[in-house]
Structures are given as structure tokens and as C-alpha cells.
């Protein structure tokens, strides 16, 4: 099983500021096959990037993805309010598919 | 527009069972595999099980394989987990959701509780 890591586990920032998430699988990640999902508190998850870095349709391209084999980034070039929620990457390359435990983007 | 709605949750008691269905609209249900994500009160997600369009490929988590079930019903454009043995860990709100990997669509999700 390809366990995934992600750091920090809280980032605080500030509304206009630059996000760096980090997500790292214990295993390289097969073809880039990589997501990564945004979850507001009592909403259902929603998909941000599929593919380690092609944006979901709709979503706002402040928002992007890199990396391959065993290091991903996601990144949110200028924080907006809606922005800060908790962050989760997973990986559908190899099964069983997993999820990281998740970063929490706060309002420092 | 797509539609997932989950139902069949409930509390029941270690070692017991309990099926959850997915009504689907709004797509070609049988052109998509579907599959089931949990998450449990306050943690993060956790992948379950997929189902291939024609049933003919299914694939579990290492934690469900063996006491879970993944099926479907093409004609009545629905997804069921049945699930068997279960245990307090399994408490979670359950989601359906379409396609395999990465998924943009969800249901809202239905609430499983394995209390005594």
C-alpha cells in the first residue's frame, strides 16, 4: 500500500498569500496518477487537480499542481477567504488507493 | 444535472450488518465505474471499494476486504455496499461516488454508526 504524507499538517496564513502543500508517497505514484481535493467544513470534498497537475473544470487557476514519482506540491498562488479549508491528496495509481491525512489552511 | 443520493445508515451493533444503496442520476450509470469513500467523525478520507461498469471488476481496501461487498444495478442505476462483521472503527459517513480514481462527484453521504 502506498502510504502518503502531508506537510505540514496546519499552514496559517494570511488572505493574499502564497500556499505550498506538500504530499509525498512512500512508493513512486504510477503515471502522476495523483489528486488533490479541497473540503469546507460539513460540505462533500471537491476536486481541485487530477493527474498531479491538470485543473478540475472550474476551478480557478490560482490554484496548481506538480511533482511526480514520490514528491507533489499543490499550490495556491494568492490566498482568497474561500480558500482556507483542509487539503487532502491521494493517489488512484496503484491499488489500494489512498488519501494523505490531510493539510488544514487557516486564517493566521 | 449528476445526482448521487445515498441511503441505508444507521447505527447497529458490532458483528452486525447493514446494506447502503446509491440512487444515480442525471448520467449513463452503466458507463462508469462507481465506488464508495468513508470518512469518519473529524478525520480524513478513506478510499473502500470500486465497482467496474459491468461488474466485472471490483477492488477493496485492505481494512473492508472480506466483510464488504461492492454491487450494482444497471437497470436500476443504483450502487450497494453490503456490509458484514462490522466493527467500531467502520463508523464513518459513507459516500458514493462516480468514477474509479479521481472523483468529481459526490453524494451527499450517509452515516454509519457501530455502537453496542
Known amino acids: 500500500e502506498i502510504v502518503l504524507t502531508q506537510s505540514p499538517g496546519t499552514l496559517s496564513l494570511s488572505p493574499g498569500e502564497r500556499a505550498t502543500l506538500s504530499c509525498r508517497a512512500s512508493?513512486?505514484?504510477?503515471?502522476?496518477?495523483l489528486a488533490w481535493y479541497q473540503q469546507k467544513p460539513g460540505q462533500t470534498p471537491r476536486l481541485l487537480i487530477y493527474?498531479?497537475?491538470s485543473r478540475a473544470t472550474g476551478i480557478p487557476d490560482r490554484f496548481s499542481g506538480s511533482g511526480s514519482g514520490t514528491v507533489f506540491t499543490l499550490t495556491i498562488s494568492r490566498l482568497e477567504p474561500e480558500d482556507f479549508a483542509v487539503y487532502y491528496c491521494?493517489?488512484?495509481?496503484?491499488?489500494?488507493?489512498?488519501f494523505g491525512p490531510g493539510t488544514k489552511v487557516d486564517i493566521k | 444535472q449528476v445526482q448521487l443520493v445515498e441511503s441505508g445508515g444507521g447505527l447497529v451493533k458490532p458483528g452486525g450488518s447493514l446494506r447502503l444503496s446509491c440512487a444515480a442520476s442525471?448520467?449513463?450509470?452503466?458507463?462508469?465505474?462507481m465506488s464508495w469513500i468513508r470518512q469518519a467523525p473529524g478525520k480524513g478520507l478513506e478510499w473502500v471499494s470500486y465497482?467496474?461498469?459491468?461488474?466485472?471488476?471490483?477492488n477493496y481496501a485492505d481494512s473492508v476486504k472480506g466483510r464488504f461487498t461492492i454491487s450494482r444495478d444497471n437497470a436500476k442505476n443504483s450502487l450497494y455496499l453490503h456490509m458484514n462483521t462490522l466493527r467500531a472503527e467502520d463508523t464513518a459517513v459513507y459516500y458514493c461516488?462516480?468514477?474509479?480514481?479521481?472523483?468529481?462527484?459526490w453524494g451527499q453521504g450517509t452515516l454509519v454508526t457501530v455502537s453496542s
Open positions: 442525471g448520467f449513463t450509470f452503466s458507463d462508469y465505474y
Open positions: 493527474g498531479a497537475s
Open positions: 512508493q513512486s505514484v504510477t503515471s502522476s496518477y
Open positions: 461516488t462516480r468514477g474509479s480514481g479521481w472523483t468529481v462527484y
Open positions: 491521494q493517489q488512484y495509481g496503484s491499488s489500494p488507493f489512498t
Open positions: 465497482i467496474s461498469s459491468g461488474s466485472s471488476f471490483t
